[in-house]
């Protein structure tokens, strides 16, 4: 008999009193029996360990009621989630213990009822680690069985166990590690973002965890918004937490799983790092539970027979087909849909994941277009705005109080998004990996600047549902009334993910990056804390701005267009403008960059001039063919005096003309 029981959620506690979801870091281990399947009663034992300095462990352990066979019970140590404690795991320990075996569990140092300050899921907690195993293995008299060790978490949980056996000196069996990739604490801040979910984890109160003094800064730091809190966060986060320089020094096996939609931790963490273990491992990235990912009915029954076998074969001398399967084991997100969630599709690979796709560019064109040609730009390019419409006075820490919603919040922060789209699919079309943008920008804010981009499936009935994510700020901006043209190029949070034939991509540019499907988790935050610094990041639409998707069914650059149906019609604009239209340039006054909007209802030839107060033009900004369609277009008064000027715009028979203002 198996067991495959799931933790009831636990409450948490914030500092700031802000909403976390119930179980923000809870971890559901699975239990394995017996191969005999002859449960045992147990016996509860709770007792201490006294650390190297001086701070006391609070642990617990399960003993069968029967006499241990020679060389002492099959031993599990299970170690929680940040935030929770020994009582998170006792019953999950009973339960494998009635199965024959000897499981332990403890608080970790600051949290639960164990004394010290926790230096959040450092090599402080995983030295604390080797002791608290190194004490067991002296329990011979209880029943332990000192060969036969294995240790198993999840985020906490898992990082500990294997930095530990990284460091050297974890003398145990086998080690399951889930959903802690060895960068983790880099994860929480790529791309110069912070994920909400690191905010919430600083932020317990002392009855749940209690806190060093540099972690104990590190929300001050983030609240402060500013250069010198974001330079301090970089540095001491991941400092001694990450591990990926020591991952090759790990001899233990290993049982690797990772969640493509981990709300914590990016799984490119291990696509990137993983040929760095070099012990006996088996590997499996998609439905994981833990840390607001989807779950799986099938993926689960595949999870317990998988978990079975390293069991069997690393406490109880089974042969089983653990190292011989393909040794990276993955799932698909899929159409259909259930209870409103992807599905899933299994699948596997002998090689690296990350080498079996191979880049599909599509380049953001004008028009809201997504394409595998880059946009047929002019002299000058074709822009797009993705404004930061907030109130001066608005803080992070009011945003984060106010939860993102309500009035406040919408009178202060305006939500704005920009969408493109490629034309249908020709086939199915699996993107496996980490996609990748590289982005040409002018930002017009002050020191930050942020871009957040969701991937989407369209399906032809119009339905669009998320895919994945990329996000990233510029914490070097540096805009002083003179913005420099910029270009970077930065990688998102991986995915498998199965678009079926005649589904659109989408591209959703937007200030904040939130979803309708992670409000289970997220209810109405994002997944990455927000730029609170007005301004107007201007997307220039040429050949260096596109997105890299990690396509296994495509064909790549070489072929990419077969891709998509025909491209010559390429998206049947159903948003297309019904009048000719002039916008206000913005900002105004500006200098010496603006961005002037237009509309074109049908196709004409559009002028676009710039005019001086004594009528004398300046600058032909437009002189070309357009079809219908929005457009931005960026003028650069640089070489200008500072004074009124004026824009016409004429296609066909419209015309209009409008006045900005230039202040240098």
Not at 11 to 30: C, R, V
Not at 128 to 138: A, G, H, L, P, S
Not at 403 to 429: C, I, W, Y
Not at 441 to 460: D, G
Request: net charge neutral; with cysteine; aromatic share 12%.
């Amino acid at each position: 008999m198996l067991l495959f029981l799931f933790s009831n959620p636990i409450n948490l506690f914030s500092q700031q009193t802000i909403y976390k979801p119930a179980n923000l870091d809870t971890w559901n281990p699975q239990l394995v029996g017996n191969p005999s399947d002859n449960p045992y009663t147990a016996t509860r034992t709770d007792f201490t360990i006294t650390l190297r300095d001086g701070v006391i462990i609070d642990c617990l352990k399960w003993i069968p009621n029967a006499p241990a066979p020679v060389g002492g019970w099959p031993t599990v140590i299970m170690v929680h989630g940040y935030g929770d404690h020994k009582e998170t795991l006792s019953e999950f320990c009973r339960a494998q213990a009635e199965y024959g075996y000897y499981t332990m569990t403890f608080s970790v140092r600051g949290q639960g009822n164990s004394g010290g300050l926790s230096n959040l899921i450092s090599r402080t907690e995983a030295e604390d680690f080797k002791e608290i195993v190194n004490f067991v293995r002296t329990d011979v008299a209880g029943g332990v069985g000192v060969d036969k060790i294995l240790v198993m978490g999840g985020s906490q949980g898992g990082a500990l166990p294997l930095m530990a056996a990284s460091m050297g000196g974890l003398n145990v069996k086998a080690i399951i590690n889930s959903v802690a990739p060895p960068n983790f604490a880099s994860s929480w801040i790529e791309n110069g973002c912070v994920k909400m979910t690191l905010l919430w984890t600083i932020e317990y109160t002392p009855d749940t965890a209690r806190y060093n003094g540099t972690v104990n800064r590190m929300s001050d730091w983030i609240y402060n918004d500013n250069k010198a809190g974001w330079d301090s966060l970089s540095y001491w986060l991941p400092k001694d937490r990450d591990f990926t320089n020591i991952l090759q020094n790990n001899t233990v096996p290993v049982l690797i799983e990772a969640a493509w939609q981990d709300k914590f931790f990016n799984a490119d963490g291990w696509l990137q790092n993983i040929h760095l273990v070099n012990s006996p491992m088996s590997s499996y990235i998609g439905a994981v539970r833990g840390h607001g990912s989807q779950v799986s009915a099938t993926e689960d029954i595949w999870h317990m027979d998988w978990f079975n076998n390293f069991f069997f074969q690393n406490l109880w001398g089974m042969q089983t087909n653990v190292f011989t399967m393909a040794k990276y084991q993955y799932a698909s997100t899929i159409a259909p849909f259930d209870a409103g969630n992807w599905t899933f599709s299994h699948d596997s690979s002998a090689t690296l994941i990350k080498t079996k796709s191979t880049n599909t560019r599509l380049y953001f064109n004008d028009n809201h277009k997504l394409k595998t040609t880059a946009n047929n730009n002019c002299w000058l390019p074709d822009v797009e705005l993705l404004k930061n419409d907030v109130n001066s006075n608005y803080t992070l820490q009011q945003a984060v109080n106010d939860e993102f919603t309500g009035s406040n919040f919408n009178n202060k922060f305006k939500v704005h998004k920009v969408n493109f789209e490629t034309a249908p699919l020709a086939a199915n079309t699996e993107m496996t990996g980490t996609p990748t943008i590289k982005m040409d920008y002018i930002a017009i804010s002050k020191p930050f600047a942020q871009f957040n981009f969701q991937v989407y499936e369209v399906f032809p009935n119009g339905q669009a549902k998320f895919v994945t994510r990329l996000n990233y700020m510029d914490r070097n901006n540096n805009y002083n009334f003179l913005p420099n043209r910029k270009q970077a190029t930065f990688s998102g949070q991986s995915h498998s993910h199965i678009f079926s034939a005649g589904s659109r991509i989408k591209i959703v540019a937007t200030n904040l990056d939130r979803v309708v499907e992670d409000s289970a988790f997220f209810r109405n935050n994002p997944f990455v804390l927000p730029s609170m610094d007005k301004g107007v990041n201007i997307m220039l639409l040429t050949n260096n701005f596109y997105i890299d998707l990690p396509i296994i069914s495509g064909t790549g650059d070489n072929g990419s267009a077969s891709l998509f149906e025909e491209e010559s019609g390429q998206l049947v604009n159903n948003n297309a403008p019904t009048k000719f239209e002039l916008s206000q340039n913005y900002p105004n006054p500006f200098n010496p960059n603006t961005v002037i909007s237009y509309s074109i209802a049908k196709t004409e030839k559009v002028e676009l001039r710039v005019y001086d107060l004594l009528g004398r033009e300046v600058q032909t900004l437009v002189n070309d063919v357009k079809n219908p369609g929005s457009y931005n277009v960026v003028f650069n008064a640089v070489n200008l005096s500072s004074g009124v000027y004026f824009y016409r715009l004429t296609a066909g028979s419209f015309t209009e003309i409008k006045k900005m203002t230039l202040v240098k």
